[in-house]
C-alpha cells in the first residue's frame, strides 16, 4: 500500500507539471497571435501644418493605414515623402487584358516633398527594374 501512494504522487505532480505548460504555452500562443495580427490598430502618425499625416510605412500592415506623405529617399539621395495615393498607381484592373494595358512601359516618376507636401525636393522612382537618376 505504501509503495502505490509513492508512485502515485510522482505520477499525479508529473501529469500537473505537463498539463502546466501546455496549458500555459497555449495561453501564450493565443495572446500572442491576437496582439500581432488583424485587429491591431492603425500606427498614430505626426501631423503638418496643412494635417497631413506623414511618417514611415515600416508598422503599418495594410496600404488603409499608410499616412499621406510617405517617407521615402529620393534619387538625388534626399529624404522626404511621397503622396501615398502615387505609389499604388492607380485602381486595380479587372481583368488580365485591363492589367496588361495598364502596365507602364517604363518607371513612373513621382515627386518627393518636404514635411509640408508643397516644396518639391527631388523625385522617387516606381518600377523599370534599375535604379534611376532624374534631374527633373
Known amino acids: 500500500m505504501r509503495f502505490k501512494k509513492a508512485l502515485t504522487i510522482p505520477t499525479i505532480l508529473g501529469i500537473g507539471l505537463v498539463f502546466g505548460t501546455v496549458v500555459s504555452t497555449m495561453t501564450y500562443a493565443i495572446s500572442n497571435a491576437a496582439s500581432t495580427y488583424p485587429n491591431n490598430p492603425a500606427p498614430r502618425f505626426p501631423k503638418n501644418v496643412h494635417g497631413q499625416t506623414y511618417g514611415s510605412i515600416a508598422n ?5 493605414q499608410y499616412p499621406d506623405l510617405v ?6 539621395g534626399k529624404v522626404g515623402y511621397v503622396y501615398a495615393h502615387q505609389l499604388d498607381g492607380g485602381p486595380m484592373p479587372k481583368t488580365p487584358q485591363q492589367a496588361i494595358a495598364m502596365n507602364p512601359k517604363g518607371p513612373r516618376i513621382i515627386p518627393v516633398y518636404a514635411v509640408n507636401g508643397m516644396t518639391v525636393i527631388g523625385h522617387f522612382v516606381i518600377g523599370g527594374g534599375t535604379v534611376t537618376t532624374s534631374n527633373r
Open 71 to 76: 517617407l521615402v529617399q529620393a534619387t538625388n
Open 60 to 64: 503599418v500592415t495594410s496600404m488603409s
